[in-house]
């Protein structure tokens, strides 16, 4: 039976505060008698102060929590019922022995966490270094240019000099520049959007979340992933990307935008007289990872399609992505996937699925998903987790400690990550909650803080 529809949850604001304070203070004192100084008494200067690192190692001794204490400690809040349907693993990092599991080989309604999948297949089938370009190619009728998308939903109309949305965005400006550089008397512009095929709307996705920000039509390029007015945090998505694109770049040379098409399908243009690239993969995926962005998600999906010679569309992104965790022995037996983001409401995955990424990213088996960890939000501290784990003492006391990819669509609540515990252990976990309460959230980020005063070795 289909579910009934979801709507995700409105944007969370990201913020990162880190601070160090670090202060010394010599004392000089004067002394005054009858009317006259006398040489100022100097104390001696401190001695000089010495760093203590913040960030220290943890102990390859540190006691494992036992299976029967864990569970113990998890009863009480496990209990809540604003949890719904809860699946849940939670392994130690260094072992890889699961400590405690419930329901974890049901597939369940992801949410965001679906990007934790999308991330660890870029990690394993791309270059960290690579980058995406856009070019401008001569037409087949004088006067007319081609701009031909590769891929990159960074690409911004952004002035030179002023700031983009995506940092270090390739600009429409420079594309402009460059064709007048090349002496090409522009009279039209033709939009080729080929590079990516099938639908542009994945099976589960909801139209409306186009006006409510959450996603665009995946189309080969694009302005700020699809946004209309890349200022506000809150802008809506447009429904013709690549047409926007193209008519930015005729403006930014001075053309009608109404002379703006899709090139039709089979046709191509010539030679090529711009290009620009877009930021490197690492620094979108930290992007993708901290705000969460389904937009970007999708379009390093189809990055990884390409390069497995897949179709650059939703299955073909999808099969990509199994096949690469596949091939680095990750169970995805589980999954049923309509895209890489994890905005489908037909979209299914396991906690065990989930727990084995992180699991893989945090042990020593598979060093290329090593950085999938540093791309996990903090708690209380950065992305989609920079403003939770703040409110309670529990939460309080798993800040900073633990790191976990967010899910959220409505009645569904999602977290896959690790955590420090109180004895140093490094334990991994993903917890999915379906047909959650009004305050599921709370009741997951209280569930997954546990973990960091749980006592619960022998």
């Known amino acids: 039976m289909r579910p009934t529809r979801w709507r995700r949850s409105t944007h969370v604001v990201v913020g990162v505060a880190v601070l160090l304070l670090v202060a010394g203070v010599v004392a000089v004192a004067a002394v005054t008698t009858g009317g006259h100084s006398s040489d100022a008494a100097v104390e001696p200067a401190p001695p000089a102060a010495t760093a203590e690192p913040g960030i220290v190692p943890v102990t390859d001794s540190a006691p494992k929590p036992t299976p029967d204490r864990l569970a113990a400690t998890l009863a009480p809040f496990l209990a809540d019922p604003n949890l719904g349907n809860l699946t849940g693993r939670i392994t130690d990092a260094m072992t890889g022995?699961?400590?405690?599991?419930?329901?974890?080989?049901?597939?369940?309604?992801?949410?965001?966490?679906?990007?934790?999948?999308?991330?660890?297949?870029?990690?394993?089938?791309?270059?960290?270094?690579?980058?995406?370009?856009?070019?401008?190619?001569?037409?087949?009728?004088?006067?007319?240019?081609?701009?031909?998308?590769?891929?990159?939903?960074?690409?911004?109309?952004a002035p030179k000099g002023q700031a983009t949305w995506y940092r270090d965005a390739a600009r429409i400006s420079d594309l402009a520049?460059?064709?007048?550089?090349?002496?090409?008397?522009?009279?039209?512009?033709?939009?080729?959007?080929?590079?990516?095929s099938g639908p542009t709307m994945a099976p589960g996705?909801?139209?409306?979340?186009?006006?409510?920000?959450?996603?665009?039509?995946?189309?080969?390029?694009?302005?700020?992933?699809?946004?209309?007015?890349?200022?506000?945090?809150?802008?809506?998505?447009?429904?013709?990307?690549?047409?926007?694109?193209?008519?930015?770049?005729?403006?930014?040379?001075?053309?009608d935008p109404a002379r703006v098409t899709v090139l039709p399908s089979g046709l191509r243009g010539g030679t090529e007289i711009a290009s620009v690239q877009s930021p490197p993969l690492m620094a979108r995926l930290?992007?993708?990872?901290?705000?969460?962005?389904?937009?970007?998600?999708?379009?390093?999906?189809?990055?990884?399609?390409?390069?497995?010679?897949?179709?650059q569309s939703f299955a073909g992104a999808v099969d990509a992505v199994l096949d690469e965790l596949d091939g680095a022995k990750i169970d995805t037996g589980g999954a049923t996937l309509l895209d890489s983001s994890g905005l489908s409401v037909d979209d299914r995955l396991t906690a065990e699925t989930l727990d084995e990424v992180v699991n893989a990213a945090a042990g020593s088996a598979q060093p290329d998903l090593r950085p999938l960890v540093d791309l996990l939000p903090i708690a209380g501290g950065s992305g989609t987790l920079s403003n939770r784990y703040l409110d309670t003492d529990a939460g309080r006391a798993a800040a900073g400690f633990l790191r976990a990819k967010t899910g959220s669509l409505t009645a569904i609540n999602s977290l896959a990550g690790i955590i420090t515990d109180a004895s140093g252990r490094v334990l991994t976990f993903a917890l999915i909650s379906n047909n959650a309460g009004p305050t599921g959230r709370i009741a997951i980020d209280n569930l997954a803080a546990t973990l960091r005063s749980c006592g619960c070795s022998t």
């Open 286 to 311: 930290r992007e993708m990872m901290n705000a969460s962005d389904n937009v970007m998600a999708e379009a390093i999906g189809r990055e990884v399609a390409a390069a497995a010679n897949k179709p």
């Open 97 to 157: 022995e699961q400590l405690w599991a419930q329901g974890a080989d049901v597939p369940m309604l992801p949410a965001s966490t679906n990007k934790m999948l999308t991330t660890a297949a870029a990690l394993l089938a791309l270059d960290r270094d690579a980058r995406l370009t856009t070019r401008v190619l001569t037409g087949t009728r004088p006067g007319v240019v081609v701009l031909v998308g590769g891929g990159d939903p960074t690409l911004s109309a």
């Open 205 to 255: 996705w909801d139209p409306a979340d186009i006006d409510g920000g959450d996603i665009a039509p995946m189309e080969a390029v694009m302005l700020d992933c699809g946004r209309t007015q890349p200022v506000s945090v809150e802008s809506r998505r447009s429904t013709t990307p690549a047409l926007d694109a193209g008519r930015a770049l005729a403006m930014a040379l001075k053309v």
């Open 177 to 196: 520049e460059q064709v007048r550089s090349s002496g090409t008397d522009v009279t039209a512009v033709q939009v080729d959007i080929s590079a990516y």
